[in-house]
């Protein structure tokens, strides 16, 4: 018996980038609780240029049901 396993990649986005962590990790928990898989960049990276922001990516494929939550 051969088992055969396809890996498929989703195409992630940026749904909004936030000025702080704390924020960013708010609207993940959100999200989290409807089912939405998301991730913040990596915080040592935001240590070393923290005006740039906190991204939140998600599954394009969420896209709408992301904004709908957030009120975006």
Do not use: R, W
């Amino acid at each position: 018996m051969q088992c055969t396993f396809i890996m498929t990649q989703e195409k992630t986005i940026i749904l909004h980038t936030y000025n702080d962590m704390t924020e960013a990790k708010m609207i993940q928990d959100k999200l989290k609780e409807y089912g939405i898989k998301s991730f913040l960049d990596d915080e040592n990276v935001l240590g070393m240029n923290p005006i740039a922001g906190v991204d939140l990516h998600i599954f394009e494929k969420d896209k709408e049901a992301a904004e709908k939550i957030i009120g975006g």
